[in-house]
């Protein structure tokens, strides 16, 4: 049996779990939630909604973790013997492992158009909407990026906790940052900038309603990577003296200045070149390569480097989230099944490598199979994002604020009795009623809605 692994550094264990939560949610989806929901009060809203459900839940999978130092599933067993508790587990693994095979897909288009923009073929005016169209309907392209994004994702989990889980997000979280800040530079200087900054940081409450407060819910949700089992099974690295209420603070201060941070690249661009803020889902890959080159048609080069930098942050961001979701499942195989992590992590690599051909696919030759009206890719989309994921979310919080032996969890919170918890009261006081029911209301909303 191999030795358990964990993280070198507090730094390291922070930057790694903040690269799980960082991904394309942040900078495609947020960006387009707070253009269809009305800019800066959907803004606050959502820091709301990170305060009071997102962390507490996010505490939560901290406490399973790092209290059992198991995979997901391994964690919910050893803490409980009733079967209904015991399968949160293999929900939060099984989860990971079908978001990863759909992820994995839209994360091969940001090399795909990292590549193109690196040989200069998002230069220039041309019909983007077609040059997408072609990509994605191709039955080759999409294939292929998604397959060697996979092996890049492969190639880091394979080496380890600490020699390559945390020293790949040592290395691609600062760089991230770098680039998103020199990205928010370059958007000063667009003409767009003020209406941009505006849109941004003017509140306009007339937009607020039941839709968008539940949008927000969902999105800081999804943002935060919780109930997929990727924060137990990292927490599950974590040193005995890490501080799981700060950490959660430091991981979700980082997701959410980056989701900002993206408005800020991306809007004062839309702004200059005169497109709606809401265009929703393909502003990234459609949208956005024509706008960059309007916004600087007077300086070519800046525009190569704006949209060159433009798709390695959006690969980077892909990249260190879907590590977080290959681990999980590796993680289990290699402990449960007493596998080696090469071997392990190779079996998640060809099975999901495997299912993401058909999601690939499913914008271009297998477009016409749908199950239940929807595409390969959509079904998996909704199953996890809009159907498991909350269901685990609520799961996580009964099991912690009520099931779980209440001295467990606050030997966990202070590092047994090491530290103060000034906020434990609060903490389980969103745990028990306040996360849970917000979920409950936006899976409501999202099924029904
Ligand atoms: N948090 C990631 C993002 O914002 O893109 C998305 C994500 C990854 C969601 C993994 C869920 C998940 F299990």
Redesign the pocket.
């Known amino acids: 049996m191999e030795k358990r692994g964990s993280f070198g550094s507090k730094l390291g264990a922070v930057l790694t779990a903040a690269g799980a939560?960082?991904?394309?949610?942040?900078i495609w989806r947020f960006p387009t939630e707070v253009g269809t929901h009305g800019g800066a009060a959907f803004i606050l809203i959502y820091l709301a909604c990170v305060v009071f459900v997102g962390m507490p839940v996010m505490v939560s999978e901290f406490v399973i973790g790092r209290s059992t130092r198991k995979n997901a599933i391994g964690a919910f067993r050893q803490l409980s013997d009733n079967c209904f508790w015991r399968n949160i587990g293999v929900q939060g693994v099984g989860v990971?492992f079908l978001?990863l095979c759909y992820?994995v897909v839209v994360s091969g288009w940001t090399l795909f158009y990292g590549v193109s923009s690196l040989a200069g073929q998002l230069q220039g005016a041309r019909d983007y909407e077609a040059f997408f169209h072609d990509f994605v309907g191709s039955w080759w392209m999409p294939v292929v990026a998604a397959l060697v994004f996979m092996l890049v994702v492969h190639w880091v989990v394979v080496r380890g906790v600490k020699e390559g889980i945390e020293r790949a997000s040592k290395v691609m979280m600062p760089m991230l940052l770098l680039i998103i800040g020199l990205l928010v530079i370059c958007s000063f200087s667009m003409s767009g900038f003020p209406q941009g900054f505006d849109f941004l940081l003017k509140p306009d409450f007339s937009k607020v309603n039941v839709d968008a407060v539940l949008s927000a819910m969902g999105q800081s949700f999804?943002?935060?990577?919780l109930a997929?089992g990727?924060l137990v099974t990292y927490s599950s690295y974590f040193t005995g003296d890490t501080n799981l209420m700060k950490t959660s603070f430091s991981i979700a201060g980082v997701d959410t200045s980056v989701a900002i941070l993206s408005g800020f690249v991306i809007f004062p661009a839309v702004f200059t070149a005169g497109v709606s803020p809401d265009a929703g889902p393909s502003l990234v890959f459609i949208t956005l390569p024509n706008v960059f080159n309007m916004a600087f048609s007077q300086v070519p080069l800046l525009s190569y480097i704006f949209s060159g930098l433009f798709y390695l942050l959006l690969f980077l961001a892909a990249l260190t989230?879907c590590i977080?979701?290959h681990e999980p499942v590796t993680a289990y195989l290699s402990e449960e099944y007493g596998l080696s992590r090469r071997r392990a992590a190779w079996v998640v690599t060809s099975v999901a490598g495997l299912v993401s051909v058909g999601c690939a696919l499913s914008f271009g030759p297998l477009k016409g199979l749908l199950i239940g009206g929807m595409s390969l890719f959509d079904l998996f989309d909704f199953v996890t994002a809009k159907l498991i994921l909350p269901l685990g979310g609520v799961l996580i919080t009964v099991f912690v604020g009520r099931v779980m032996d209440r001295r467990l969890v606050e030997q966990e919170l202070s590092n047994q009795g090491r530290l103060r918890v000034p906020l434990l009261r609060v903490w389980l006081l969103l745990v028990r009623w306040v996360s849970p029911a917000a979920i409950v209301l936006v899976f409501i909303n999202e099924l029904f809605g």
């Open positions: 939560a960082v991904g394309l949610g942040n990971a978001i992820y999804y943002s935060l990577s997929m990727g989230s977080s979701l």
